[in-house]
């Protein structure tokens, strides 16, 4: 029988920084970005993977972090919405989700934004409909969605042809 209370020590990098994190075999990489590491920028949602605000990169996937259970990210790379912009310099998807209008009450978009960039990092020019097709797993309830796709679209034109003028 598993003692599920008995801690574990975890090496994490998240936002290229290094952590070594004590966990129980039941908490979730949600629990402890927000908690442990204090960085809230990811949203607790559903708390059963349906709604994708809680989407982190882990070695670049996506997961929904409230199903992720934290021991499996032992050893492994994170990138939470924190870890977007570089220093003060928003990242291209920050900028064209602000520019297109993509956001409304914001609660969606740390999971909107790295569904996003994972799909520009595999596939610098998709379609309309690819772009639909990676936003499958988040929902938004305030924008509906041709924003967002427009901002990601904006986003791939100005990572291959250069900054589009504001």
Do not use: W
Not at 124 to 138: D, F, L, Q, W
Request: proline residues 2%.
């Amino acid at each position: 029988m598993v003692d599920i209370s008995q801690e574990k020590t975890i090496n994490i990098s998240v936002n290229n920084n290094k952590y070594t994190v004590n966990v129980t075999v039941t908490d979730y990489l949600i629990d402890v970005l927000r908690d442990k590491l204090l960085l809230r920028g990811t949203k607790r949602g559903c708390d059963n993977g349906e709604c994708g605000a809680c989407t982190v990169l882990v070695n670049g996937e996506p997961v929904n972090s409230c199903l992720y259970l934290a021991i499996r990210a032992d050893g492994k790379e994170i990138t939470t919405v924190e870890g977007l912009a570089k220093r003060e310099e928003l990242h291209i998807l920050q900028k064209t989700f602000i520019k297109e209008g993509a956001l409304q009450c914001g609660f969606c978009g740390p999971g909107m934004l790295i569904s996003s960039k994972a799909l520009l990092d595999s596939n610098p020019n998709p379609s309309k409909a690819e772009i639909r097709e990676a936003m499958v797993g988040n929902l938004c309830r305030c924008s509906g969605y041709t924003k967002i796709a427009n901002a990601v679209k904006q986003a791939s034109k100005e990572q291959c042809c250069g900054k589009v003028s504001d």
